[in-house]
């Protein structure tokens, strides 16, 4: 299993990506567990697989189309990510995170990042959307990070700050889509697992006392090498099951994919309203 990755292979993975579009994106979309049919809204769209592009990790989980979809969406040239792996597969972070590394590489100047993620927070129920306005990164403060090994200056810097991971601005003009919208968004923290077992009772009530709102399975990796590459970041979860704070309910992937439906129409207004609002 490939742990680093150089320039080159980089460079080898995003020039396969611009010989497949005629497009030059400059927002990057990522999707979570259930959220593809976001990809069926651009326009004028390149359909790359995944399984062509040099090094790019293929996703195993149910949900994850597993291709990019390059073109235009409400005035932008986007690269959505149709499905994402994961550290639970087995892959290490650098191929969890090599996408975003190429969409830095490509030019891309914005990210959002979107997730299915479970409730923590009492209030937040199946169905609702969360800004993530901050998260807690529990796997890399034990030292399971994407920016472990050997060091690229041309990347980024060693040691880069992430007391800003998620865009005030972004955040801002999300929050006023979704009053424009009439689509209730909850703001909170979000902290990532290593998964893929569902967390406990007693894992739920120490990740409420430690602050985060909502938990799941990727985006704080992805996120880390974004603001490590520059880009502006904006992340969105959509609320899979709610919090089982007592043990007296059973979370699975079924309810995840259910529960997406019911988040997507919501998301879809939410990311459009945030795009176009980006030209403005």
Request: some cysteine.
């Amino acid at each position: 299993m490939t742990e680093f990755f150089t320039r080159a292979q980089l460079e080898e993975a995003a020039q396969a990506i611009r010989s497949q579009t005629r497009h030059a994106p400059t927002v990057g979309l990522v999707l979570g567990s259930g959220f593809g049919s976001l990809a069926e809204a651009v326009e004028q769209a390149d359909f790359i697989p995944a399984a062509g592009i040099p090094h790019w990790p293929p996703s195993t989980v149910e949900g994850h189309a597993g291709r990019l979809v390059v073109g235009r969406l409400e005035g932008q040239t986007v690269l959505v990510q149709q499905g994402r792996a994961h550290y639970y597969e087995g892959y290490s972070m650098h191929q969890v995170t090599l996408p975003v590394r190429v969409m830095q590489l490509l030019g891309i100047q914005t990210l959002i990042v979107t997730n299915a993620a479970g409730a923590i927070n009492p209030d937040f129920r199946p169905g609702d959307l969360m800004l993530i306005a901050d998260h807690i990164n529990f796997m890399g403060m034990a030292g399971v990070s994407p920016l472990r090994g050997p060091h690229d200056d041309s990347l980024g810097p060693r040691f880069p700050d992430m007391s800003q991971a998620y865009d005030r601005e972004l955040r801002a003009l999300a929050s006023r889509v979704a009053e424009a919208e009439g689509v209730p968004l909850h703001q909170g923290v979000y902290i990532c697992l290593g998964g893929p077992s569902f967390e406990t009772p007693a894992d739920l009530r120490f990740l409420r006392a430690v602050g985060a709102d909502a938990v799941g399975m990727s985006t704080v990796a992805e996120v880390t090498v974004a603001r490590h590459g520059g880009l502006r970041v904006l992340g969105l979860s959509g609320i899979s099951n709610k919090a089982n704070l007592d043990g007296n309910t059973e979370t699975t992937h079924a309810e995840v994919l259910a529960a997406g439906q019911v988040i997507v129409p919501k998301l879809v207004r939410l990311v459009r309203g945030v795009l176009r609002g980006m030209t403005a």
